[in-house]
């Protein structure tokens, strides 16, 4: 009986951020009429696409283009930015507590079946950080491509992140490690906890370039068939603003490369 | 080399430029400008590809020529299977002790060397600035195509299937191999039909040798103008932060070369300092050129006109052994891998020195008619069996390939010069006299 209470409670705390503060998805007209734009975002700093200044101040590309939006609407503009995981964007997004989300979100199968997603405003490939040695060891003397192709190590990636579930589809044989977060999931590697990290290419550059003493240790790999399409996330009933977004991120097509945004961000990491 | 070149006045001018004091200040002159980097040093590239060019133009005629009449002599004298018995020996020998000193001297030189953390960070920088910042790529679908392997491998690109391609797009291996070939072909069709175009043979040769004699005039010029750019390509701060590989490489290959000179010496019952004088000439065409081949007519020319070796061995030999023993690889791979696991922290026993001793010998061989980055690759077939990562070697070596090239080149031409010496053994160099 008591068993029972414990696990009704447990479950009840589990849905409580999407049930119990869910409000009515907001379409474009919606929105216009409420005057306010709600976007959600990480509520901590993706570097290149939305840090926090000293103070407090949201800036980045991805806040510009969350304001230029709101302007497009003639609507001012209102940051959620409470989520503590990438998914945790999803769920503001899908529960109506935001009406877009803004936060180097990939699209997923698992996410598309909660909301929709704008057409990309940059596509990334698929990225490797892994230790040297430990590739090196498990090759044999074949080359790294062939073990990274089917690893079978200890498999880092960002808890709550898209790539949770691409490393469940594109390595199987892999241990999965779920990080807290990118910075704990770097130290974690040069600590030898994980054989590899799995993000996307300007991440594992961006580590490289900030701590270029690390290139001894690790190595870098680039999937050649795997891009993560970094979109905006819109209630899934959202028609006409999805349409609406798509003819922004159409029009605005260039503002993000991999290379502008390793040109552009700071040194901060998370 | 003793051919009647009627121009003893050239040739007394060419010996009086290349006297090994000359010879040396021009190295000299050339490692000091391109240490200081002077502006004018981008005037000199064009110089010393001129210079180069022109050395190639009589390099394969010369070899089409040297090899069928050496292959004549070997067999009409009947001493062929000796020669070749004897020079297949010495060059066992010979790669056994290089691949050994490549390995041992290096090892005790980093058993005292760990880099510390402001080396390993500044070698890291290396690293991600010069390779493309993305070691491997790869695609989950193995569907997809992998990237074709160009031209032929292993035993094929040994055949000149194409004798005129060969020459045109300047293959010297298929050459060779064919010379030799159609030098037997031609021994055979002589001792049928009494007829045979050996005399015309030699009297290619002759006219190849007295261009070369021309062109060997500029040997100064040319040391300072190819060596001085390619020195500066060599920044000082990549030197220092790879001076773990870069300085066991130096005093391993000094060491190699050293000893070639005093085992020609003492094959040769000649002084050390006399067989010096001789090789430094094409050893230093070999470190201005990065071209072993080239150096070929003038380390025959040194070898049986100044050191008196007998013509056989050397025209036998140093053709095909310049062109297939790249002597200079084994020191460079097997000093690469040791300086890699430095980096990465792996110790090596004495059984895996002897393993890489031997790796580093053999993967010298898949160099054989390649260069640039592509003589780059077979240093995989060392680094992986030690657990090693290539894709960290690739851009190092890089790196320091401006320098190490010219190192390798040099042995190449060296440690080669001396087989024949050995193999002609005691016989031959008594008649040579001490002084002659």
Known sequence: MLRALFGAVAFALAIAPSTLTAAEPRDLQAIVDGQVLRVALTRFDLPAFHVRAPDGTLTGPEIDMARQIGRALGVKVEFVDSAESFDGVVDLVAAGRADIGVSKLSQTYERLKRVRFSDPYVTLRHALLFNRAAVARAAAGRPPAAVLQKFHGRLGVIGGSAYAEFARRNFPEAALVEERGWDAAVDHLIAGGVDALYRDEFEIRRVLKHRPALNVKLGSAVITDQTALLSIAICDSCTKLQEFLNYHVGRSRGAFTLQSLLDSEGTGSR | ?436
């Not at chain 2, 491998?153 to 045109?168: H, K, Y």
């Not at chain 2, 000439?281 to 072993?292: E, I, Q, W, Y």
């Not at chain 2, 680094?383 to 190449?412: C, H, Q």
Request: proline share 6%.
């Open chain 2, 1 to 436: 080399m003793t051919l009647a070149r009627g121009h003893n006045g050239l040739d007394a001018l060419s010996r009086s430029i290349n006297r090994p004091s000359i010879t040396l200040a021009a190295v000299g002159l050339a490692l000091i400008l391109g240490a200081l980097r002077p502006p004018f040093l981008d005037y000199l590239r064009p110089v010393g590809d001129f210079y180069v060019a022109l050395l190639h133009i009589c390099v394969l005629p010369f070899l089409l020529a040297t090899i069928p009449l050496a292959v004549r002599s070997a067999m009409a004298s009947g001493s062929a299977p000796g020669v070749i018995r004897s020079l297949s020996l010495w060059v066992l020998l010979m790669l056994a002790a290089v691949a050994a000193v490549s390995v041992v001297v290096p090892s005790l030189f980093l058993a005292y060397a760990a880099p510390d953390e402001g080396t390993i960070a500044h070698i890291g920088a290396l690293i991600g600035r010069s390779a493309d910042k993305i070691d491997v790529e790869f695609a989950i679908d193995a569907r997809q195509p992998a990237a074709a392997a160009a031209g032929d491998s292993g035993i094929m690109a040994l055949i000149p299937t194409n004798i005129f391609a060969s020459l045109s797009a300047n293959d010297s291996v298929r050459v060779l191999v064919f010379a030799a070939l159609f030098g037997v072909a031609m021994v055979l069709a002589e001792r049928r039909s009494g007829h045979s175009i050996f005399d015309a043979l030699r009297h290619i040769q002759a006219v190849c040798a007295l261009i070369f004699d021309w062109f060997n005039l500029l040997v100064p010029i040319g040391i300072v103008a190819l060596i001085a750019p390619q020195i500066a390509l060599l920044g000082p701060d990549a030197f220092t932060a790879l001076k773990l590989f870069a300085y066991p490489f130096l005093a391993t290959s000094a060491l190699l070369l050293a000893a070639a000179l005093a085992v020609s010496a003492l094959a040769l019952h000649a002084r050390p300092a006399r067989v010096f004088s001789a090789l430094v000439k094409p050893v230093m065409l070999g470190a201005s050129t990065r071209n072993s081949l080239i150096c070929v007519p003038l380390a025959l020319d040194t070898l049986e006109s100044d050191l008196k070796v007998p013509k056989e061995p050397c025209e036998l030999y140093l053709p095909i052994g310049v062109a297939t023993l790249r002597i200079g690889t084994i020191p460079y791979f097997a000093i690469a891998t040791l300086f890699i696991g430095v980096l990465m922290g792996r110790e090596f026993s004495l059984s895996e020195l002897g393993l890489l001793a031997f790796l580093a010998a053999g993967a010298s061989f898949a160099t054989i008619g390649v260069g640039g980055l592509a003589a780059l690759a077979p240093l995989a077939i060392v680094l992986r069996p030690f657990g090693l990562s290539y894709e960290i070697a690739v851009p190092l070596m890089l790196i320091v390939d401006p320098l190490a090239e010219i190192v390798r080149t040099m042995l190449n031409v060296g440690i080669n010069c001396m087989i024949p010496s050995l193999a002609a053994g005691r016989r031959f160099a008594a008649s040579a006299g001490e002084g002659a």
